[in-house]
């Protein structure tokens, strides 16, 4: 079996967020990259949890980046991935990004492809779902759990108010989220290794892509902590119809 794990390229999350040329571009200047979490602790290890049940299973890895993200691409290697995959080329567009990952796996013959669920900067959690409709292949996103006995996946999904079950045939692409595995620090083995498995870096297919970012905006300042006497009520009322707009 060939699992394709997709992996991003994200700021570590206590990274100082700033932006450049007019609030236009993130400013990277001093910021520390990893491998997007859900990516990781989620899709990446519950592939090689797979593998570790099978070991015929072959584990390749993709990025759509450029080569500042080939550290972050092997220490996905480090973890257990047998070679990856780097689609030469940034965009923020998510239709473009999902169509190099269609087009990798379309050509490499991947009976599963794993995503996590979202990238922690975006937040879009669109790339899983544009990328089974582009290989015409079922989605399940939100997963927690996934089993597979033959080619029959069973994986369970957080829905509104409980989990659904679903039982289907691969090849399938699935989201995954927490609940689907447990988060593992490389070994020292598996440093060494990665440093010589295979990162093959191909040059994107042309897409027209669908969105553009025309300017960065931080959230407003937190306002500061008003108090108010108990033996004031009234001006407590003032304060939630006025101010916090409550009713």
Same mark, same amino acid.
């Given at each position: 079996?060939?699992?394709?794990? &997709?992996? @991003? /390229?994200?700021?570590?999350?206590?990274? /100082?967020?700033?932006?450049?040329? !007019?609030?236009?571009?993130?400013?990277?200047?001093?910021?520390?990259?990893?491998?997007?979490?859900y990516?990781?602790?989620?899709?990446?290890?519950?592939?090689?949890?797979?593998?570790?049940?099978?070991?015929?299973?072959?584990?390749?890895?993709?990025?759509?980046?450029?080569?500042?993200?080939?550290?972050?691409?092997?220490?996905?290697?480090?973890?257990?991935?047998?070679?990856?995959?780097?689609?030469?080329?940034?965009?923020?567009?998510?239709?473009?990004?999902?169509?190099?990952?269609? !087009?990798?796996?379309?050509?490499?013959?991947?009976?599963?492809?794993?995503?996590?669920?979202?990238?922690?900067?975006?937040?879009?959690?669109?790339?899983?779902?544009?990328?089974?409709?582009?290989?015409?292949?079922?989605f399940?996103?939100?997963?927690?759990?996934?089993?597979?006995?033959?080619?029959?996946?069973?994986?369970?999904?957080?829905?509104?108010?409980?989990?659904?079950?679903?039982?289907?045939?691969?090849?399938?692409?699935?989201? &995954?989220?927490?609940?689907?595995?447990?988060?593992?620090?490389? !070994?020292?083995?598996?440093?060494?290794?990665?440093?010589?498995?295979?990162? /093959?870096?191909?040059?994107?297919?042309?897409?027209?892509?669908?969105?553009?970012?025309?300017?960065f905006?931080?959230?407003?300042?937190?306002?500061?902590?008003?108090?108010v @006497?108990?033996?004031?009520?009234?001006?407590?009322?003032?304060?939630?119809?006025?101010?916090?707009?409550?009713f």
């Amino acid at each position: 079996m060939k699992i394709l794990v &997709c992996i @991003s /390229k994200t700021p570590d999350t206590t990274a /100082k967020i700033a932006f450049a040329d !007019n609030n236009t571009k993130f400013a990277a200047d001093g910021v520390q990259w990893i491998i997007n979490p859900y990516d990781e602790w989620y899709a990446m290890v519950r592939a090689i949890e797979l593998k570790e049940k099978d070991p015929s299973t072959i584990i390749h890895l993709i990025n759509v980046g450029g080569a500042d993200a080939d550290p972050i691409i092997r220490k996905a290697l480090a973890l257990g991935g047998d070679e990856a995959i780097r689609v030469n080329t940034d965009s923020t567009d998510s239709f473009t990004i999902a169509s190099q990952i269609a !087009n990798v796996a379309r050509e490499g013959g991947y009976e599963l492809v794993f995503t996590g669920k979202e990238t922690i900067d975006y937040n879009g959690s669109s790339i899983g779902g544009m990328v089974a409709e582009l290989l015409d292949m079922p989605f399940v996103s939100l997963a927690t759990k996934f089993e597979l006995a033959g080619n029959t996946a069973t994986i369970t999904r957080e829905i509104e108010g409980g989990e659904e079950v679903a039982e289907l045939s691969i090849p399938v692409v699935v989201s &995954c989220q927490k609940g689907m595995a447990e988060q593992r620090i490389p !070994n020292m083995k598996g440093i060494m290794g990665a440093r010589t498995k295979p990162l /093959k870096v191909v040059e994107p297919v042309s897409v027209e892509a669908l969105t553009s970012i025309e300017r960065f905006e931080l959230p407003p300042a937190k306002a500061g902590v008003k108090l108010v @006497s108990p033996d004031n009520p009234e001006e407590l009322v003032r304060l939630l119809h006025e101010e916090a707009k409550l009713f």
